[in-house]
């Protein structure tokens, strides 16, 4: 057994990609090797900015002999089929053996494959890792052929056991592999030997370098929540920022400055996102006064001065940036406070999609359908018209044009200086959500309004003009609109079903196609919280599944039903007497739905089975009528051992035609019980 060392040194890997990197040389290089015949015990990949590294653990030697049986052409075949049986084998005639087979007697190989050396098989799979890496982006220098995300500077490849280490021979463009690497760009940029995996991840960090990108994060996160702490601030917390961040040093060493008190009036947005976008700083909040007033930043290197030197550049190019920041804002607030008309004019001429028309047109629909959604979430119509003209407004101001990811954010801003009411400047804010799976959902009534109709404006939008999600194709995140349409709808409870509104949206749009496709989406969000697809099918059957309340209600009810015994075999019942009857109205050529007659039936099992439907049919009525849907529930799971009691007892299709009529009928009874709640048919098991 030995163990497998390799780093690909290289010029700066952008932090993007890092994590990526790490796992496909993961699993490029053990596939392979597993592929070639060896075997391995564990596996680690690892990143810094300048180096891809792995290491694979209780590697074996060799790769086994194996030998493969390989059957030909008949003995008395044509040459030259023989010939071509031969050269794809290796072997010669006298190699091959002859053997009785169905078709008479046929050339069989043996063919035996040698085992390798692991170092060869290393070599071997590395050289085709490497030059067939899937890089994002790659880029080519000097003469070679070879394609690399930056230059590669060296390779090291080592096997190493209790007898000492090997490098393994590999030369990719001249780039020879070897065993040595190197430390800190700038504080230990000298080459060093390594011979395993533990003494190059020691010697890397004398090195001054953390091979571990968890272990740079954790040391980031400390170093800067330390940081905070003494000043009697809290780092806001920002996990990508951390990754990225992370990416980019191989020695963080993080460092605390003040932002000047000219730019303390900005929102705290902005100067969070202009110190992350522009500088990867990390925000500072001061918990006494509820400002962003410092920020963190963090260096790839220790200096004699302790980072001054670094945290004074760091300063003005800050300033500088958060210069144009405040230049924006003043220039918007201005805007803002005469009323917004420029901007409004302006998305006239902002195309939202060229058979939708202007961004202009847009927001003229959303006002309409967001006021005739108001009273069905509780909004005031007026308000929710007025909030979706203003929501989109600050799409044409500087601030967004500079920082895209505050769109709504600043709209909450600008409309509170317009003087508009809270609840509008909230709707401005809250209407893209949510965004995704995570986000917030808005409970505000007006906001609720706003972003609803901006999500079916969208649905009703494309699907009117045939541009609809294929395969793994969603350009304009129509899924993601969908599932906000979802989400907006279950978390605040709007009734009344989605039909009547997606026809006052858009007249040409295919209601029924629209319906089906949210009714997807919410299969997808329903399966995520445990209920099976099965059961959310037998309840879209019914009439009514355009009121996605009632449906999750009672896929939730139906779900809980059918975990228990009873619910199961009733399940059974139900599906068995729906089965009966269909055989028997195709065979007949009539719907048994005349109505069952006590009198004709003949065991007590069929008498038990009348006075459960007399007791149960109408407690489900009333239930489903109150959408009480634990109660139907209940009421129906009472039918369970009568109907396993008649199904037992009782043949349905008797010789006696009457009695044959009369038991269809009562099973049509059983059948339309199971209806009220949901189609059982559709339901697995």
Not at 368 to 385: F, K, M, T, Y
Request: aromatic share 6%; net charge negative.
């Amino acid at each position: 057994m030995a163990d497998l060392l390799i780093e690909l040194f290289s010029e700066e890997i952008p932090a993007r990609m890092q994590a990526r990197a790490r796992a496909d040389l993961k699993r490029l290089v053990t596939d392979g090797l597993v592929q070639a015949g060896l075997t391995y015990a564990g596996a680690g990949a690892f990143s810094t900015p300048r180096r891809l590294t792995l290491t694979v653990e209780g590697l074996t030697d060799h790769s086994p002999t194996t030998r493969e049986e390989r059957k030909g052409p008949r003995t008395d075949a044509p040459e030259k089929a023989l010939e071509g049986f031969l050269r794809s084998t290796g072997l010669t005639r006298d190699q091959l053996e002859a053997r009785d087979d169905k078709k008479g007697q046929v050339w069989f190989a043996t063919i035996t494959h040698e085992g390798r050396p692991a170092a060869d098989i290393v070599a071997e799979v590395l050289a085709d890792v490497i030059r067939n890496f899937p890089w994002p982006k790659s880029m080519r220098w000097g003469a070679g052929s070879l394609r690399w995300v930056r230059p590669l500077h060296s390779i090291l490849c080592i096997l190493s056991d209790e007898a000492g280490a090997t490098t393994v021979d590999l030369d990719i463009d001249g780039i020879t592999a070897g065993n040595t690497t190197r430390g800190h760009r700038f504080m230990a940029p000298d080459a060093f030997t390594v011979s395993n995996f533990d003494d190059y991840a020691a010697k890397l960090r004398r090195a001054r370098v953390m091979l571990d990108a968890e272990e740079r994060e954790s040391e980031i996160r400390q170093q800067s929540e330390n940081l905070a702490f003494a000043r009697g601030w809290q780092v806001v917390p920002d996990d990508a920022l951390l990754s990225e961040v992370a990416g980019l040093v191989e020695w963080p060493v993080a460092l605390m400055g003040v932002i000047e008190d000219r730019f303390l009036t900005l929102p705290p947005e902005v100067l969070q996102t202009s110190m992350k976008e522009h500088q990867k700083f990390f925000s500072a909040l001061n918990p006494k006064t509820g400002r962003i007033e410092g920020f963190i930043t963090v260096a790839n290197i220790e200096t004699p001065d302790d980072g001054a030197t670094i945290l004074a550049g760091n300063q003005r190019v800050l300033a500088a940036r958060l210069s144009d920041a405040a230049f924006f804002w003043e220039n918007d607030l201005r805007e803002a406070k005469s009323g917004m008309s420029a901007w409004a004019e302006g998305l006239n001429s902002v195309t939202f999609h060229n058979k939708l028309g202007s961004q202009s047109d847009r927001i003229a629909r959303i006002a309409s359908l967001a006021r005739e959604i108001a009273p069905l979430v509780g909004a005031d119509p007026d308000q929710a018209e007025r909030a979706a003209r203003l929501a989109k407004l600050d799409l044409r101001s500087a601030m967004v044009g500079e920082f895209p990811e505050l769109q709504g954010i600043m709209g909450r801003y600008y409309a509170l200086e317009a003087g508009e009411p809270e609840a509008i400047a909230d709707a401005a804010r809250d209407h893209y959500s949510p965004l995704g799976p995570s986000d917030e959902v808005p409970t505000a009534p007006v906001s609720v309004a706003v972003a609803l109709a901006d999500k079916l404006d969208t649905l009703t939008g494309f699907w009117a003009i045939d541009e609809k999600p294929t395969g793994s194709k969603d350009p304009f995140a129509l899924r993601r609109a969908a599932l906000g349409v979802i989400r907006l709808v279950l978390a605040n409870a709007m009734r009344g079903g989605l039909l009547p509104i997606i026809g006052q949206a858009s007249e040409t749009a295919d209601k029924a196609d629209l319906l089906s496709f949210l009714h997807d989406r919410l299969k997808v969000y329903l399966r995520d919280q445990g209920i099976r697809h099965d059961i959310i099918d037998a309840v879209l059957a019914q009439d009514g599944s355009d009121d996605l309340v009632q449906v999750v209600n009672r896929a939730t009810a139906l779900n809980a039903m059918l975990t228990t015994a009873d619910g199961q075999n009733l399940t059974q019942g139900l599906k068995r007497a729906s089965n009966i009857l269909t055989q028997a109205e195709e065979k007949d050529g009539v719907e048994y739905s005349f109505g069952a007659d006590r009198k004709f039936a003949e065991t007590d099992e069929e008498r038990a089975l009348f006075t459960a439907l007399d007791t149960a049919e109408p407690g489900i009525k009333t239930a489903m009528k109150n959408e009480d849907f634990p109660a139907a529930m209940t009421a129906i799971a009472a039918l369970r051992a009568p109907i396993d009691a008649f199904f037992e007892a009782v043949q349905v299709n008797t010789d006696s035609q009457v009695v044959r009529r009369n038991r269809l009928n009562l099973l049509s009874r059983i059948r339309e019980a199971g209806r009220q709640i949901a189609d059982f048919t559709k339901i697995e098991g």
